[in-house]
């Protein structure tokens, strides 16, 4: 039963481990009809350890949503390092393989930990199918739904296949051309070429793309409730969209993390009713909240997160069939509850200690710094930090928050936090960076798992409730254009750097395949391709679907089946 690729021996047969260690307790799954179409639904805090839960369900002052369904804990420690970042770690819950740093969607490259056998060479950077490509495959709906940019690392590794997490120009692409259902978030600039004011460098409008392919194209929360059916693609902002707590401030047009998974829901079962839907939430800034040190965003993003779960699960009992996923990729900050300041009263912790200074909070560290804008004087700022943050912080504070925010160009907000929660608060943190300790795990429905989870067991438990055969996908979507067609041509024409093309002279044909996109040329007559194209620098190696193998091979050959 246990797949593993001609090629790939490295890959650790997940299958037989998920058997060894019971991490799919089909017991615990209530009956259910057989005929229904098997939905998952699989929502991630990106950033958010043990604690953070806890503080949320003080401040919500009662048990979260979250809390009903907590069923075992996650290991999230990637194939290069102890402590995980966003991109392999998604990367493994969307293939069920564990990868290197900052990789999207393909395996490992050398210098694993001495717990994973070395990949060889050949296989580096091999593209691995998504849950969401295996659902797709299979006729169900997909859906994303993220916070940040939708070509950001987390909904990325569901969608896309590229060496960096930084290439989001291919990953909107690649998710362009990919055919989801259903796309949220924000991240609307990779849509446009830079003439038309986007981000785009390859000169491509993947805007009217997605019109010509028929999908809505959503701006804000009213155009997308007012979506009845259909494919839509739902840019709320540019860039990320706001954090919760200061939505209404800066862009009351923008729709909830609630309201994107509702409606996300909605659609999707609506479409689906015969097949089933896979759908992706993402709390993608409770990750830069945690970052920043700051609890005001925390709190709010956090607490709307368990309203995206209270979502999902609303659906899930009414539906029967549905299997509900909540869990984080990884801890980030380090947040404790207690800090130096309650070395010698943590037990006499009451409280409104712990959370009136967190009540008090109306506006994100990022929203103070705004407010602040230009005049970054320690007056402003102490005027700032008193209106939206409630505390009457000293000179020097407000000079300590000015000073961290000029040497940190990158995330210039960090100064509240570090400077003013180990002071007003009884809140720690250990980092500005990720820690590396195992993430609470949620689940709700059939094939429900339990206990301690590795990483990549979470793509596997996804593939097997889709009823989908992930390296089947891979072996169908994923094949390595040279050793595919060994008496045929296969070049890489980069004549346009941005916009490369895989060509491929076989025989009498000419093929090109425009990398990031599931099209194929042959002698001039263009078709659709089941996946997309995947080109790799660091290894010099394409990737294409096997469809398109047999096209331009001539043959009939049967592609194998992705159901389990
Ligand atoms: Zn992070």
């Known amino acids: 039963m246990v797949q593993h690729f001609k090629t790939g021996k490295w890959l650790i047969p997940i299958v037989a481990l998920i058997a060894l260690a019971g991490g799919i307790d089909s017991a615990s799954a209530k009956p259910k009809e057989k005929s229904k179409p098997r939905n998952v639904i699989v929502l991630i805090a990106d950033g958010c350890g043990s604690e953070q839960y806890t503080l949320a369900r003080w401040f919500k002052g009662a048990p979260l949503t979250l809390d009903e369904i907590l069923v075992g804990a996650v290991k999230t420690h990637i194939a290069d390092s102890v402590v995980a970042d966003s991109a392999p770690t998604a990367t493994a819950y969307a293939t069920g393989y564990r990868s290197s740093d900052k990789l ?5 490259k050398g210098g694993t930990l001495p717990t994973m056998p070395e990949p060889p060479a050949a296989e580096w950077y091999r593209p691995l199918a998504t849950v969401l490509e295996g659902a797709r495959l299979k006729g169900m709906a997909t859906g994303i739904v993220a916070t940040s940019r939708v070509s950001h690392a987390t909904p990325a590794a569901y969608m896309a296949h590229v060496p960096s997490r930084s290439q989001e120009e291919s990953i909107m692409e690649q998710a362009v051309y990919q055919g989801v259902d259903v796309v949220f978030g924000g991240g609307g600039r990779y849509l446009l070429p830079k003439n038309m004011g986007g981000k785009r460098a390859d000169g491509e409008n993947l805007k009217s793309v997605l019109r010509t392919k028929g999908y809505i194209v959503a701006e804000n929360g009213a155009e997308m409730n007012a979506f009845v059916t259909g494919r839509i693609f739902g840019m709320f902002s540019g860039d990320h969209m706001e954090p919760e707590i200061d939505r209404k401030e800066f862009a009351p047009k923008q729709p909830s993390l609630e309201e994107m998974t509702l409606k996300a829901i909605e659609i999707l079962s609506g479409q689906s009713k015969a097949r089933g839907f ?4 993402e709390g993608s800034e409770i990750d830069w909240a945690d970052h920043g040190n700051d609890p005001s965003q925390l709190m709010s993003d956090l607490m709307q997160f368990d309203r995206a779960v209270g979502a999902a699960l609303d659906f899930a009992r009414k539906n029967g069939n549905t299997l509900v996923l909540a869990l984080s990729d990884h801890n980030t900050g380090g947040m404790t509850i207690g800090n130096y300041g309650t070395s010698k009263t943590y037990s006499q912790l009451k409280l409104d200690q712990l959370l009136d200074p967190l009540r008090k909070m109306r ?16 007056e402003k700022v102490k005027g700032v930090v008193k209106a939206y943050w409630g505390l009457d912080i000293t000179d020097d504070e407000a000079a300590a928050i000015l000073s961290i925010a000029r040497k940190d160009k990158d995330d210039p907000h960090n100064g509240f936090g570090e400077v003013l929660t180990p002071r007003y608060t009884a809140i720690g943190w250990t980092t500005h960076g990720h820690t ?5 795990l949620f689940a709700y ?13 979470i793509g596997r438990v996804t593939a097997e409730a889709l009823g989908i055969d992930l390296d089947r996908t ?4 994923f094949v390595e254009a040279q050793s595919a067609f060994k008496d045929g041509m296969v070049t890489i024409d980069k004549t346009d750097a941005e916009n490369p093309v895989v060509r491929v002279e076989y025989q009498e044909k000419q093929a090109e395949m425009p990398v990031n996109k599931n099209l194929m040329r042959i002698d001039g007559v263009e078709s659709e391709l089941e996946g997309v194209v995947v080109y790799i620098p660091e290894t010099d190696k394409a990737y294409v679907p096997l469809q398109a193998v047999h096209a331009i091979l001539g043959k009939k050959g049967k592609r194998p089946s992705i159901s389990k």
Do not use: H, W
Not at 278 to 281: D, E, I, K, S, Y
Not at 448 to 456: C, E, W
Not at 474 to 477: A, E, H, I, S, Y
């Open 445 to 457: 429905g059939p094939k429900s798992p339990k206990g301690l989870l590795d990483g990549p067991e």
């Open 474 to 477: 891979t072996q169908r979507l």
């Open 436 to 440: 590396g300790g195992d993430v609470p």
């Open 278 to 281: 896979f759908l992706m939430v």
């Open 104 to 108: 999207i969607g393909v395996g490992p």
């Open 363 to 378: 506006l994100s560290a990022p929203g103070l710094l705004r407010k602040v804008g230009n005049e970054k004087t320690p």
